[in-house]
């Protein structure tokens, strides 16, 4: 008898076939039968007119510190994901010695987004290597299925200490030990290596994450353990500084696919051309028989955000202050004249990669706290400025510090024009993931991305046909 059928569902395979009418029977969580089923099931699931297709695989996600306290992944789960890929952008808790645990869990909570209290409660201590992580997450047993990156901030924490994030140049010691840390997880189970260049990427008190400083010979040092081990992917919040072309050499050099994560591949009106940009020259590497895709946002980057807690800001200069500063100090640095003439100046010149380009439109009034502004909700900055004749710095400003900063503001920085984000995500150098899930939950949640790909892109669009759009996000993240 199996456990559970479902009778009469039209099933897609992943694969980009026609989709076929059939039963489906699962015993002990597994697709046993397809086809025309006689035998009896416990539960059997009528899904006459309903479609049915496997799990969607989501490539870019950091559940690694919620998944020993949460082994439902939430809310990933709900939302038609079945396989995780965690460790992204090279931040996660293993490897970790005990005394460095609060120092990981610290860096994690700023550049993640995540409540530092929280992880301080929840994440359960019961490895220090990368090898007794993997054994961890085994009892768990999450209820979707699981990969972990090895991750260079983690590693360099792991072996520099609070070092990390200030020495550039680690000895050739410090180096080796790095390098026998990712190897190490490589045999223990890694899907391979992460790294972050991103200026985005702040840790706790405004040191930059390790990766951050890390020179480009030091992160060749590291990928090329893929290449010595022959196994797993390397994946690159990549900025500035990992340019296509680097990452088309460290794909070369170590024979290992590899992938890039970056707001610079994502479309914005400022730069129309940019994004598309980076697809073609991924394009023309895959030509030339290397492996390097996109990690593809298929929904409007958007980040729900406070002053008091300014990450989509934090990496203009003039909030260097902020990062720096306790919550009662706040305010008066807002206030300041010379806090608010320099960050006009830094936003004449942003730098490359910042999530804020300085179009007012992409900011909002989400949510006010005095009745006097509740309608402005939904207003962008740039037209309170125009309303008031003021500069919209000062109205951004002098509304937050007017509610004791509990104004909640939404940006819609990226992705957010259809007809210049359509050639991204049909592009054949693109895989759509890069949900962030377990990441930023003050700012977004984009666990969901795979139902928008669906409802928007395949239903509403009709930018492909069912069977394609199903491949995209099931067999083709997969395989990659």
């Given at each position: 008898?199996?456990?559970?059928?479902?009778?009469?569902?039209?099933?897609?395979?992943?694969?980009?076939?026609?989709?076929?009418?059939?039963?489906?029977?699962?015993?002990?969580?597994?697709?046993?039968?397809?086809?025309?089923?006689?035998?009896?099931?416990?539960?059997?699931?009528?899904?006459?007119?309903?479609?049915?297709?496997?799990?969607?695989?989501?490539?870019?996600?950091?559940?690694?510190?919620?998944?020993?306290?949460?082994?439902?992944?939430?809310?990933?789960?709900?939302?038609?994901?079945?396989?995780?890929?965690?460790?992204?952008?090279?931040?996660?808790?293993?490897?970790?010695?005990?005394?460095?645990?609060?120092?990981?869990?610290?860096?994690?909570?700023?550049?993640?987004?995540?409540?530092?209290?929280?992880?301080?409660?929840?994440?359960?201590?019961?490895?220090?290597?990368?090898?007794?992580?993997?054994?961890?997450?085994?009892?768990?047993?999450?209820?979707?299925?699981?990969?972990v990156f090895a991750g260079h901030s983690v590693i360099r924490t792991a072996v520099l200490g609070e070092r990390a994030s200030e020495?550039v140049e680690p000895s050739g010691q410090e180096l080796n030990a790095m390098r026998e840390q990712v190897r190490a997880a490589l045999?223990?189970?890694?899907?391979?290596?992460?790294?972050?260049?991103?200026?985005?990427?702040?840790?706790?008190?405004?040191?930059?994450?390790?990766?951050?400083?890390?020179?480009?010979?030091?992160?060749?040092?590291?990928?090329?353990?893929?290449?010595?081990?022959?196994?797993?992917?390397?994946?690159?919040?990549?900025?500035?500084?990992?340019?296509?072309?680097?990452?088309?050499?460290?794909?070369?050099?170590?024979?290992?696919?590899?992938?890039?994560?970056?707001?610079?591949?994502?479309?914005?009106?400022?730069?129309?051309?940019?994004?598309?940009?980076?697809?073609?020259?991924?394009?023309?590497?895959?030509?030339?028989?290397?492996?390097?895709?996109?990690?593809?946002?298929?929904?409007?980057?958007?980040?729900?955000?406070?002053?008091?807690?300014?990450?989509?800001?934090?990496?203009?200069?003039?909030?260097?202050?902020?990062?720096?500063?306790?919550?009662?100090?706040?305010?008066?640095?807002?206030?300041?004249?010379?806090?608010?003439?320099?960050?006009?100046?830094?936003?004449?010149?942003?730098?490359?990669?910042?999530?804020?380009?300085?179009?007012?439109?992409?900011?909002?009034?989400?949510?006010?706290?005095?009745?006097?502004?509740?309608?402005?909700?939904?207003?962008?900055?740039?037209?309170?400025?125009?309303?008031?004749?003021?500069?919209?710095?000062?109205?951004?400003?002098?509304?937050?510090?007017?509610?004791?900063?509990?104004?909640?503001?939404?940006?819609?920085?990226?992705?957010?024009?259809?007809?210049?984000?359509?050639?991204?995500?049909?592009?054949?150098?693109?895989?759509?993931?890069?949900?962030?899930?377990?990441?930023?939950?003050?700012?977004?949640?984009?666990?969901?991305?795979?139902?928008?790909?669906?409802?928007?892109?395949?239903?509403?669009?009709?930018?492909?046909?069912?069977?394609?759009?199903?491949?995209?996000?099931?067999?083709?993240?997969?395989?990659?």
């Amino acid at each position: 008898m199996l456990d559970t059928i479902i009778r009469g569902a039209t099933v897609h395979d992943g694969t980009g076939q026609p989709p076929t009418v059939c039963d489906v029977g699962v015993e002990h969580g597994v697709v046993a039968q397809m086809g025309r089923i006689t035998e009896t099931a416990r539960h059997v699931v009528p899904a006459d007119g309903l479609v049915l297709m496997p799990g969607i695989v989501d490539l870019h996600t950091h559940f690694d510190a919620q998944v020993t306290w949460d082994p439902t992944l939430s809310p990933s789960g709900a939302l038609g994901v079945t396989t995780a890929v965690m460790g992204n952008c090279g931040f996660g808790i293993a490897p970790c010695p005990a005394p460095l645990r609060d120092t990981m869990l610290r860096n994690l909570s700023v550049v993640e987004g995540m409540d530092l209290q929280s992880l301080r409660t929840g994440v359960r201590w019961e490895f220090e290597t990368f090898a007794e992580y993997m054994a961890q997450l085994r009892r768990v047993g999450p209820h979707l299925n699981v990969a972990v990156f090895a991750g260079h901030s983690v590693i360099r924490t792991a072996v520099l200490g609070e070092r990390a994030s200030e020495q550039v140049e680690p000895s050739g010691q410090e180096l080796n030990a790095m390098r026998e840390q990712v190897r190490a997880a490589l045999r223990a189970g890694a899907i391979g290596f992460a790294s972050s260049f991103s200026p985005n990427h702040s840790g706790y008190g405004g040191r930059p994450m390790p990766s951050t400083i890390a020179s480009e010979a030091e992160l060749r040092a590291l990928t090329a353990v893929l290449g010595e081990e022959n196994t797993g992917v390397f994946m690159m919040a990549t900025g500035s500084r990992a340019t296509p072309d680097i990452m088309e050499s460290i794909v070369a050099d170590s024979g290992r696919p590899g992938f890039i994560s970056t707001v610079l591949a994502m479309y914005n009106e400022a730069r129309p051309e940019l994004g598309l940009s980076y697809y073609e020259r991924a394009a023309q590497a895959l030509a030339r028989g290397r492996e390097l895709y996109i990690l593809t946002s298929c929904q409007p980057l958007s980040f729900d955000f406070t002053l008091l807690d300014p990450y989509v800001l934090l990496s203009f200069p003039a909030f260097d202050r902020i990062k720096r500063a306790r919550p009662d100090e706040l305010a008066a640095i807002y206030q300041d004249p010379a806090f608010r003439d320099q960050f006009r100046s830094d936003l004449r010149t942003p730098r490359t990669g910042t999530l804020f380009l300085g179009n007012w439109r992409h900011i909002e009034v989400g949510e006010t706290c005095l009745p006097g502004h509740h309608a402005w909700v939904g207003t962008s900055i740039a037209a309170l400025a125009r309303d008031q004749g003021r500069d919209p710095v000062d109205v951004f400003l002098d509304l937050a510090l007017a509610e004791d900063l509990q104004t909640h503001f939404i940006g819609k920085f990226f992705q957010n024009v259809d007809d210049g984000v359509a050639p991204l995500v049909s592009h054949p150098a693109g895989v759509i993931t890069l949900s962030d899930a377990g990441a930023h939950l003050g700012y977004m949640c984009d666990a969901g991305f795979g139902l928008h790909f669906l409802a928007h892109w395949v239903r509403d669009r009709e930018l492909c046909s069912w069977a394609e759009g199903i491949r995209r996000l099931t067999s083709e993240p997969a395989d990659r």
